[in-house]
């Protein structure tokens, strides 16, 4: 409720977030320990480095698909301030914001 300072959480929702908060844990601590085992090539490490961005691209792509008008738009924009800047935070912040004001524009 709105203005109550009642606070509580339930165990559950703890549990969940503290079991997600352990496997990402984990998985990153795995991959940084199983990438030190070995050297890693020049091209590995460039297939790396280019990794977030692919999966940026891979959730964004089939929602630009099924989009519209408004997504359309937003993309552009988050395009052209990634083009502009160069900052991924930036883009992805401009992007969020774009989508919301161009779905509210466009009936």
Same mark, same amino acid.
């Given at each position: 409720?709105?203005?109550?300072?009642?606070?509580?959480?339930?165990?559950?929702?703890?549990?969940?977030?503290?079991?997600?908060?352990?496997?990402?844990?984990?998985?990153?601590?795995?991959?940084?320990?199983?990438?030190?085992?070995?050297?890693?090539?020049?091209?590995?490490?460039?297939? +790396?480095?280019?990794?977030?961005?692919?999966?940026?691209?891979?959730?964004?792509?089939?929602?630009?698909?099924?989009?519209?008008?408004?997504?359309?738009?937003?993309?552009?924009?988050?395009?052209?301030?990634?083009?502009?800047?160069?900052? +991924?935070?930036?883009?992805? +912040?401009?992007?969020?914001?774009?989508? +919301?004001?161009?779905?509210?524009?466009?009936?």
């Amino acid at each position: 409720m709105i203005g109550s300072t009642d606070f509580s959480l339930d165990p559950v929702v703890v549990g969940v977030i503290a079991g997600m908060v352990f496997v990402t844990v984990i998985t990153k601590l795995g991959g940084l320990w199983l990438l030190s085992q070995f050297e890693v090539s020049d091209r590995l490490e460039a297939g +790396i480095s280019v990794l977030p961005g692919a999966i940026v691209i891979a959730i964004l792509a089939p929602e630009l698909a099924d989009g519209g008008p408004p997504e359309w738009g937003a993309a552009l924009v988050a395009g052209m301030v990634m083009w502009r800047t160069g900052n +991924i935070l930036l883009t992805l +912040i401009v992007g969020v914001f774009a989508v +919301i004001l161009f779905r509210a524009a466009v009936p």
